[in-house]
Protein backbone atom coordinates (compact mmCIF):
# COMPACT_ATOMS: atom_id res chain seq x y z
CA UNK A 1 0.00 0.00 0.00
CA UNK A 2 0.99 3.72 -0.75
CA UNK A 3 2.02 6.31 2.20
CA UNK A 4 -1.28 6.73 3.98
CA UNK A 5 -1.03 10.70 3.36
CA UNK A 6 0.09 10.71 -0.23
CA UNK A 7 -3.02 8.82 -0.55
CA UNK A 8 -5.43 11.53 1.18
CA UNK A 9 -2.96 13.95 -0.24
CA UNK A 10 -1.88 15.74 3.57
CA UNK A 11 1.55 15.91 5.11
CA UNK A 12 3.06 13.77 7.60
CA UNK A 13 1.38 14.49 11.29
CA UNK A 14 -1.20 16.36 9.21
CA UNK A 15 -3.96 17.21 12.48
CA UNK A 16 -7.09 15.37 12.12
CA UNK A 17 -9.03 18.57 10.81
CA UNK A 18 -6.49 18.42 8.17
CA UNK A 19 -7.25 14.36 7.17
CA UNK A 20 -11.13 14.71 7.51
CA UNK A 21 -11.13 17.73 5.36
CA UNK A 22 -8.96 15.60 2.62
CA UNK A 23 -10.84 12.31 3.03
CA UNK A 24 -14.15 13.83 2.87
CA UNK A 25 -13.31 15.92 -0.76
CA UNK A 26 -11.61 12.97 -2.13
CA UNK A 27 -14.45 10.45 -1.37
CA UNK A 28 -17.34 13.01 -2.90
CA UNK A 29 -14.82 13.19 -5.84
CA UNK A 30 -14.31 9.30 -6.47
CA UNK A 31 -18.08 8.21 -5.42
CA UNK A 32 -19.24 11.00 -7.91
CA UNK A 33 -16.60 9.23 -11.03
CA UNK A 34 -17.97 5.71 -9.33
CA UNK A 35 -14.46 4.38 -8.42
CA UNK A 36 -14.54 2.30 -6.32
CA UNK A 37 -11.28 1.03 -6.26
CA UNK A 38 -9.77 3.79 -5.60
CA UNK A 39 -12.22 4.85 -2.97
CA UNK A 40 -11.30 1.59 -1.12
CA UNK A 41 -7.82 2.91 -1.21
CA UNK A 42 -8.72 6.51 0.44
CA UNK A 43 -10.82 4.52 3.25
CA UNK A 44 -7.85 2.16 3.39
CA UNK A 45 -5.53 5.42 3.70
CA UNK A 46 -7.97 6.93 6.34
CA UNK A 47 -8.05 4.12 8.80
CA UNK A 48 -4.57 3.85 8.55
CA UNK A 49 -4.20 7.42 9.94
CA UNK A 50 -7.21 7.49 12.15
CA UNK A 51 -7.12 4.28 13.55
CA UNK A 52 -3.09 3.91 13.98
CA UNK A 53 -3.39 0.35 12.07
CA UNK A 54 -0.20 -0.44 10.17
CA UNK A 55 -1.42 -2.10 6.65
CA UNK A 56 2.11 -3.80 6.09
CA UNK A 57 5.53 -4.13 8.01
CA UNK A 58 7.59 -2.67 5.46
CA UNK A 59 5.50 0.06 4.16
CA UNK A 60 8.24 2.77 4.48
CA UNK A 61 6.27 5.64 6.87
CA UNK A 62 5.83 6.49 10.83
CA UNK A 63 1.91 6.90 11.69
CA UNK A 64 1.35 8.27 15.63
CA UNK A 65 -1.77 6.11 16.15
CA UNK A 66 -5.22 7.23 16.99
CA UNK A 67 -5.38 9.41 20.36
CA UNK A 68 -8.18 10.42 22.06
CA UNK A 69 -7.25 13.24 24.22
CA UNK A 70 -9.78 15.83 24.85
CA UNK A 71 -12.47 13.12 23.75
CA UNK A 72 -12.47 14.46 19.95
CA UNK A 73 -14.85 12.11 18.46
CA UNK A 74 -15.38 13.79 15.36
CA UNK A 75 -14.01 10.80 13.43
CA UNK A 76 -16.44 8.26 15.50
CA UNK A 77 -19.05 10.82 14.70
CA UNK A 78 -18.04 11.11 10.58
CA UNK A 79 -18.07 6.86 10.40
CA UNK A 80 -21.22 7.41 12.13
CA UNK A 81 -22.42 9.36 9.85
CA UNK A 82 -21.06 7.42 6.61
CA UNK A 83 -23.15 4.37 8.13
CA UNK A 84 -19.37 2.74 8.79
CA UNK A 85 -20.78 1.04 12.06
CA UNK A 86 -18.17 -1.09 12.35
CA UNK A 87 -15.69 0.68 12.19
CA UNK A 88 -17.06 3.20 14.79
CA UNK A 89 -17.90 0.59 16.91
CA UNK A 90 -14.09 -0.68 16.60
CA UNK A 91 -13.29 2.75 17.79
CA UNK A 92 -15.16 3.19 20.91
CA UNK A 93 -14.65 -0.34 21.64
CA UNK A 94 -10.83 0.41 21.69
CA UNK A 95 -10.95 3.88 24.31
CA UNK A 96 -10.37 2.75 27.97
CA UNK A 97 -13.07 2.79 30.15
CA UNK A 98 -11.52 5.07 32.34
CA UNK A 99 -11.81 7.65 29.81
CA UNK A 100 -15.57 7.10 28.83
CA UNK A 101 -17.46 10.01 29.16
CA UNK A 102 -20.92 11.28 28.38
CA UNK A 103 -20.49 11.38 24.63
CA UNK A 104 -19.52 8.17 24.05
CA UNK A 105 -22.14 6.46 25.69
CA UNK A 106 -24.27 8.55 23.09
CA UNK A 107 -22.24 7.92 20.50
CA UNK A 108 -22.13 4.05 21.60
CA UNK A 109 -25.95 4.13 21.55
CA UNK A 110 -26.17 5.91 18.62
CA UNK A 111 -24.57 2.76 16.89
CA UNK A 112 -26.49 0.32 18.67
CA UNK A 113 -29.57 2.04 17.79
CA UNK A 114 -28.58 2.03 14.40
CA UNK A 115 -27.70 -1.62 14.41
CA UNK A 116 -31.89 -2.37 15.90
CA UNK A 117 -30.54 -2.95 19.49
CA UNK A 118 -32.45 -0.78 21.30
CA UNK A 119 -32.79 -2.16 24.57
CA UNK A 120 -28.28 -1.42 24.73
CA UNK A 121 -29.42 1.99 23.12
CA UNK A 122 -31.64 2.92 25.85
CA UNK A 123 -29.10 1.89 28.68
CA UNK A 124 -26.47 3.80 26.87
CA UNK A 125 -28.30 7.25 26.24
CA UNK A 126 -29.64 6.78 29.91
CA UNK A 127 -25.66 6.36 30.91
CA UNK A 128 -25.37 9.89 28.93
CA UNK A 129 -28.03 11.44 30.37
CA UNK A 130 -26.93 10.75 33.46
CA UNK A 131 -23.49 12.13 33.55
CA UNK A 132 -24.41 15.01 31.34
CA UNK A 133 -28.15 15.91 32.94
CA UNK A 134 -27.93 19.07 31.15
CA UNK A 135 -27.20 18.20 27.78
CA UNK A 136 -30.76 17.88 26.08
CA UNK A 137 -29.31 16.01 23.00
CA UNK A 138 -28.58 13.30 25.45
CA UNK A 139 -32.35 13.42 26.80
CA UNK A 140 -33.81 13.78 23.28
CA UNK A 141 -32.47 10.49 22.23
CA UNK A 142 -33.41 8.68 25.71
CA UNK A 143 -37.16 9.73 25.21
CA UNK A 144 -36.93 8.79 21.72
CA UNK A 145 -35.65 5.48 21.96
CA UNK A 146 -38.23 4.66 25.16
CA UNK A 147 -40.72 5.34 22.55
CA UNK A 148 -39.53 3.16 19.55
CA UNK A 149 -39.33 0.60 22.61
CA UNK A 150 -42.40 0.99 23.52
CA UNK A 151 -44.17 0.68 20.14
CA UNK A 152 -43.93 4.82 19.86
CA UNK A 153 -47.98 4.86 20.63
CA UNK A 154 -49.32 7.82 22.93
CA UNK A 155 -51.55 7.12 25.88
CA UNK A 156 -53.62 10.23 27.02
CA UNK A 157 -55.74 10.45 30.01
CA UNK A 158 -59.48 10.79 29.17
CA UNK A 159 -62.33 11.58 31.28
CA UNK A 160 -64.96 9.66 31.34
CA UNK A 161 -67.44 11.29 29.63
CA UNK A 162 -65.28 12.33 26.42
CA UNK A 163 -64.67 10.05 23.49
CA UNK A 164 -65.50 6.82 22.90
CA UNK A 165 -64.63 3.48 24.00
CA UNK A 166 -65.29 0.18 22.13
CA UNK A 167 -68.17 -0.37 23.24
CA UNK A 168 -69.65 2.73 22.11
CA UNK A 169 -68.72 1.67 19.08
CA UNK A 170 -70.35 -1.90 19.08
CA UNK A 171 -73.62 0.23 20.26
CA UNK A 172 -73.25 2.45 17.82
CA UNK A 173 -72.95 -0.52 14.54
CA UNK A 174 -75.78 -2.33 16.46
CA UNK A 175 -78.43 0.50 16.00
CA UNK A 176 -77.49 1.44 13.19
CA UNK A 177 -78.23 -2.21 11.91
CA UNK A 178 -81.39 -2.32 13.75
CA UNK A 179 -82.63 1.31 11.91
CA UNK A 180 -81.28 -0.30 8.46
CA UNK A 181 -83.28 -3.43 8.53
CA UNK A 182 -86.55 -1.38 9.55
CA UNK A 183 -86.08 -0.03 5.99
CA UNK A 184 -84.98 -3.24 4.54
CA UNK A 185 -81.49 -2.89 4.16
CA UNK A 186 -79.41 -5.06 6.43
CA UNK A 187 -76.24 -3.19 7.44
CA UNK A 188 -74.36 -6.82 9.40
CA UNK A 189 -75.35 -9.40 7.24
CA UNK A 190 -76.46 -12.38 9.72
CA UNK A 191 -75.77 -16.10 8.43
Do not use: H
Not at 24 to 49: F, V
Not at 85 to 98: F, K, R, S, T, V
Request: net charge negative; proline share 3%; with cysteine.
Amino acid sequence: MRNPYDVLGVPQGATSEQVNAAYKELLRKYTDAGQQNKIDEINSAYDTIIMGTPSGSNSGYSYSGYSYGAADYSDIRAKINANRLDDAQILLDGMPENSRDAQWYYLKGTVQQKRGWLEEAAKNFATASNLDPSNNTYKMAYNKINNARSGGYRTERRSEKSGCSGCDICSGLICADCCCECFGGDLIPCC
